[in-house]
């Protein structure tokens, strides 16, 4: 890796591809000595792409955080189903419920890697950024 991949990668790439892009350079499956040398690959970036990179993890995290809204998604399902079990057979309304639901489950389960490397990342330059203040 070098520093033009990542100050491309964090300028560049969509929210998707910039959460893959960090799993793949800090994730889990790399090795300890991949992480350092990946972490002093950010130390060389500018400060410029150090706060443009903050500010995109923030967006990031906003973009997926499912806790704002979630409770009026429910809501509007119920409101859904109720609808439904007027007009279909209950046992279809229990598939549609059952459908749904796991598949906003699955979607959430999804995104949440991508919030998560999000935060990880965020703090990641939050820290290298204070390490290049200077003292006073």
């Given at each position: ?33 991949e992480?350092?040398n ?19 993890m ?14 009026s ?56 950024k ?7």
């Amino acid at each position: 890796m070098t520093v033009k991949k990542f100050k491309v990668a964090i300028m560049k790439k969509g929210n998707k591809d910039l959460g893959n892009f960090i799993y793949e350079n800090f994730g889990e499956k790399r090795s300890a000595n991949e992480k350092t040398n990946n972490l002093q690959i950010l130390k060389m970036l500018p400060n410029d792409v150090l706060i443009f990179g903050i500010a995109r993890m923030e967006q990031i995290e906003t973009d997926y955080d499912h806790s704002k809204y979630f409770p009026s998604l429910i809501a509007i399902l119920g409101i859904m189903f109720g609808i439904y079990k007027l007009v279909l057979n209950e046992y279809w309304v229990f598939y549609l419920g059952t459908g749904a639901s796991l598949f906003l489950l699955w979607s959430m389960k999804k995104e949440r890697r991508i919030r998560a490397g999000a935060v990880y990342f965020r703090s990641l330059l939050i820290q290298i950024k204070d390490l290049k203040k200077p003292l006073k």
